[in-house]
């Protein structure tokens, strides 16, 4: 008898992992979510369940995602404080990312889209220096207006220098179709 979308029982949140090791490259996630899977050319969890017959009783996140999504929606309250600090966090990443092209320098999600080399080639050349990127701190509010915060940084590169990386580039996976 097949399980329907969603049907885990309230015995088997003991049993969700720790992590959730993605399939095809191997990293450790609290979420499968559908930004990872496009990273990877595959459009939902439903196609990436059928790539690999992961029945629907298996879980795509992890006990500390779960527990933190119920306690949520547990408490209204907290679903209300939830939305204003993403809301806020949002507007703080949005203003930062303006600095960061004013000054000619471009989030490698940015990057991506405008080169289509995937977000995970472009932040792994910058890991292994084969890119080089500067970084600009997120801003958050304070009584004297918005200053850069040292804890949480973006971080950018040129178009130039991805552009001659682009040129000698060559994609590990092929375009789909």
């Not at 196609?47 to 009783?57: L, N, V």
């Not at 949005?94 to 080169?115: D, G, M």
């Not at 000698?168 to 092929?174: D, Q, S």
Request: proline residues 6%.
């Amino acid at each position: 008898m097949p399980i329907e979308r969603g049907a885990i029982s309230a015995g088997r949140r003991a049993e969700r992992p720790a992590q959730v090791i993605c399939k095809i490259c191997g990293r450790a996630c609290k979420l499968l979510h559908k930004p990872h899977l496009r990273v990877h050319g595959i459009a939902s969890q439903v196609e990436y369940r059928e790539m690999y017959d992961i029945g629907y009783e298996v879980p795509l996140n992890s006990r500390d995602y779960a527990d933190l999504r119920r306690e949520v929606q547990e408490h209204p309250e907290k679903q209300q404080q939830t939305r204003l600090m993403v809301k806020n966090w949002l507007l703080q990443k949005r203003v930062a990312l303006a600095l960061l092209e004013r000054q000619n320098f471009y989030t490698p999600s940015r990057v991506s889209e405008i080169t289509k080399i995937p977000v995970q080639t472009i932040h792994s050349a910058i890991k292994r220096q084969a890119l080089p990127c500067g970084q600009i701190g997120l801003l958050v509010e304070t009584n004297r207006g918005l200053v850069a915060s040292g804890e949480a940084v973006v971080k950018g590169v040129t178009l130039e220098d991805m552009v001659k990386f682009a040129q000698g580039h060559t994609p590990k996976y092929p375009p789909k179709g």
